[in-house]
């Protein structure tokens, strides 16, 4: 029997890379769903190679011309379209490749229809990882990481016992502008930013990986997943990204997970969980390598990070207060509004007004009115 997959978020980075791995694995699974934002080229380029049941697009306009164009599948539009493509009948897992906040109610949905998800959605589970994690505890629905770290945390806590475990080292690479001072960074520019040193991404979580925001909700991200408390979560910077990330026990004993920086690796073994199976990537070569290093975090180079921590302590509607700034500031960089040392400025304020309307278990509403109040103080910020 073939899996049975929707991806969510398709012709994005993680999500163009998934549909390659599931189109490598034809044998294994079958794609049932595509959604796709406004890059409608990405799923006609795919219903011109392979049959489609059911596909959504962001747009009304691109809805009512796409599906005169391919009468056999059927087609859905914006939000709702996501929450028709995670209410299918027997689906195996739901790929969440989605992009920000938008990706919260999709997984969600997918839990209530007892359907697993691949989440490289790291949004969703920042603003609201209580919910989402009591949810799919609720519904016995597995949460199967993609981003690279949490997947090689996931993989090197198999075989062991959870209270075992001492803590979870996260690795970052530092971004594209790990090699430049404070004074240096207020000169960089969008086109800078869009650089990453080692791993191929859409623009917005490349510019989060620059200011280490990314980082930051990495960090938030493991906690939600893992339930490992923040005093357990220790991030290093490791500039060659082999070593994904590692989980050290209480024996004093560290386990890593380490492969090419290739994201594709990540994907298929949350689509093929608990095998692995034969893929097209580079095999890596450590002779070749000859070192790995590693440094810590200078915290005050990257205060983000240590802003990601304070958020995580404080808990409640914080984080989704701090995941709606930095999304509407990116938003603003990525459209030349503000400059790349405004990120984190705003930021900060935002998190410092927030705590005003802090609430210590909010509910789904509170999260996405949080969310909301976040985006609607950096408008007000930037044009006082
Ligand atoms: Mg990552």
């Known amino acids: 029997m073939k899996k049975r997959i929707v991806v969510l978020g398709a012709s994005g980075s993680v999500g163009s890379q998934t549909v390659d791995v599931l189109i490598q694995h034809q044998d294994m699974f079958e794609v049932v769903a595509l959604a796709v934002g406004q890059k409608v080229y990405f799923l006609e380029a795919y219903l011109d190679k392979y049959p489609l049941k059911y596909a959504c697009v962001q747009l009304y306009d691109d809805y009512v011309r796409i599906k005169e164009k391919y009468p056999d599948t059927r087609f859905f539009y914006g939000d709702d379209g996501l929450i028709s493509l995670t209410s299918l009948e027997n689906i195996d897992m739901v790929c969440n490749c989605l992009q920000g906040f938008v990706g ?26 209580n919910i989402v994690m009591e949810k799919a505890r609720l519904y016995k629905v597995n949460l199967i990481p993609v981003d690279s770290e949490h997947s090689a945390i996931f993989q090197t806590m198999r075989g062991n016992v959870r209270k075992d475990i001492k803590k979870l080292i996260i690795t970052a690479s530092g971004g594209a502008f790990r090699h430049l001072n404070r004074k240096q960074l207020e000169k960089v520019t969008k086109q800078d930013a869009l650089k990453h040193p080692r791993w191929n991404m859409g623009a917005k979580i490349t510019v989060d990986s620059a200011t ?15 339930d490992i408390p923040y005093q357990q979560i220790d991030v290093i910077m490791h500039p060659e990204s082999i070593i994904h ?18 994201m594709r690796l990540p994907i298929q073994y949350a689509l093929t969980f608990p095998r692995r199976i034969f893929n097209s990537s580079e095999e890596l070569s450590l002779t070749e390598l000859g070192a790995l290093t590693f440094k810590s975090i200078d915290y005050e180079r990257f205060p983000l990070l240590d802003l990601a921590y304070a958020v995580g302590y404080l808990g409640g509607n914080m984080p989704a207060i701090l995941n709606g700034a930095n999304e509407t500031a990116v938003d603003l960089f990525l459209e030349d509004k503000i400059s790349f040392l405004d990120i984190e400025k705003i930021n900060f304020e935002v998190v410092r007004l927030g705590k005003e309307i802090y609430i210590e278990s909010p509910t789904l509403e509170e999260i996405i009115a949080s969310n909301d109040w976040a985006e609607k103080k950096v408008k007000e910020i930037i044009n006082r």
């Open 245 to 262: 990330s590692m989980t050290e026990y209480s024996d004093k004993s560290v386990i890593a997970q380490l492969g090419v920086t290739d």
């Open 212 to 226: 280490m925001m990314n980082k930051g909700f990495e960090v938030i991200e493991a906690h939600v997943l893992f």
């Open 104 to 129: 919260l109610l999709p997984t969600l949905n997918a839990i209530e229809h007892r359907c697993d998800i691949a989440i490289s959605n790291k949004e969703s589970l920042v603003a609201a990882g």
